[in-house]
């Protein structure tokens, strides 16, 4: 299932441990990772100073683009449950200057609230 939800663009939680041993290095001194989700290659790092969008690019995924949102440059954001019949989650997120937002999805099993509750800790503290 796990497959089948990456190629349908639906993410899942990741250890964090695992994140931080291979993205480490992108983390100011004194950051730290709260949440992070796996979308097929990509990554959705949530730290408790920003937001770090990991996308891996081409056919090997060798060239990577990490994009750093700070957490109040986003204006703000929505999710929409899963239902009985639409068997994913989304998130959006819109950030200053950007007329459309960040859209990801994630399967069912993962706990939207939760992921809203992190985005809402930093951006409202």
């Known amino acids: 299932m796990g497959l089948l939800n990456g190629i349908m663009g639906n993410a899942s939680e990741c250890s964090v441990e695992e994140v931080i041993k291979e993205y480490g290095k ?13 979308l097929i290659r990509d990554l959705f790092i949530f730290t408790d100073k920003r937001l770090i969008l990991v996308d891996k690019q ?12 700070p957490y109040k440059s986003i204006t703000h954001f929505s999710i929409e449950t899963a239902g009985h019949l639409d068997l994913d989650a989304e998130l959006k997120i819109w950030i200053s200057g950007s007329e459309f937002p960040i859209k990801k999805q994630f ?8 992921l ?10």
């Open 26 to 38: 992108l983390l100011a001194e004194g950051e730290k990772i709260e949440k992070a989700y796996k």
């Open 58 to 69: 081409g056919v090997t995924g060798k060239k990577v683009d990490h994009h750093s949102i």
């Open 107 to 114: 399967n069912k099993n993962l706990n939207i609230y939760e």
């Open 116 to 125: 809203q509750s992190v985005l809402a800790k930093y951006i409202l503290g």
